[in-house]
């Protein structure tokens, strides 16, 4: 808020999860609240899986305009709003969702912000054209999802799942359509034909920020320097799949960089417009 008091006038946002203890969104989202001039307030809610239909089903009594979605509610939360509110389309494609609105009717909408934040990020830091490109996808849960459903809705030419359950790539492959599942045997080659290679599991994570700078999603030495290597995971800032990307000349795009240009996104969407990216960023790495 411009002059930083709470009063009864405030609109409150929150994400909601479990755990949420270590989420940047509190930091990011408040910056660009305080940056804008908004009566608005954003709070960190843990919630247990069973009090994700009670939290929702009470937004309007309580007056919350919005959250984020974090996990593991992602997929629970698209159910839910399905069944009381409204989906749009990337949610009902991809059964993931990350962000609810309360619109002045009291109603709820849900929509899921995740996958035009990661390609948002790849365009405005590597200055590169998600059209026409060639993309290898590592992962296949919900963050997958998102991000194949939007590398389709921007115009890739080839979008191709790797995941170490053949089984799962194949369920997100027939969600989203327009896409392929890669084969472990021919990894190697996908790589080195696409331009864009993202991953969107959790090896690198590290809670504590530190990293080992040791796991990585697949062997580093398949990156080279043609590539733009997006992670999405944010601590460590640098995982090892980035340092070896850097290494050797890549163009790197980090977890943070797409978190806050999904948040900008989350922001449009309660808002009607977005914040600034930079301003997020400096303010998550502030806190660092």
Known sequence: MSNEVVNAPTRIAAIIGNPVAQSLSPVIHNAVFRSLGVNWLYLAFLVESEKVRQTLTEMAALGIAGY???????????RIVAEI????????????????????????????????????????????????????????????????????????????????????????????????????????ND??????????????????????????????????????????????LETSLLAAAKKVGAKTVDGLEMLVHQAALQQEIWLGRRGDTKLMRDAALNTQ
């Not at 984020?68 to 698209?78: L, Q």
């Open 68 to 78: 984020s979605v974090t996990m593991p509610h992602k997929n629970e939360v698209a």
């Open 85 to 188: 509110g409204e989906v749009d389309e990337v949610v009902k494609k991809t059964s993931a969702a990350n962000t609810v609105m309360l619109r002045s009717d009291n109603s709820i909408f849900a929509t899921n912000t995740d996958g035009q934040g990661a390609c948002n990020a790849i365009e405005s830091v590597a200055n590169f054209k998600i059209a026409g490109s060639r993309v290898v996808l590592l992962g296949a849960g919900g963050t997958a999802s998102a991000v194949a459903y939007a590398l389709v809705k921007n115009g890739a030419k080839d979008v191709l799942v790797h995941n170490r359950s053949s089984q799962r790539a194949e369920e997100l492959v027939t969600k989203i359509g327009s896409c392929r599942v890669g084969r472990q045997a021919e990894l190697a």
């Open 191 to 236: 790589v080195e034909q696409a331009q864009i290679v993202i991953n969107t599991t959790p090896v690198g994570f590290d809670p504590s920020g530190a990293g080992s700078k040791t796991e990585s999603p697949i062997d580093v030495r398949l990156i080279k320097s043609h590539h733009i290597v997006l992670d999405a995971v944010y601590r460590p």
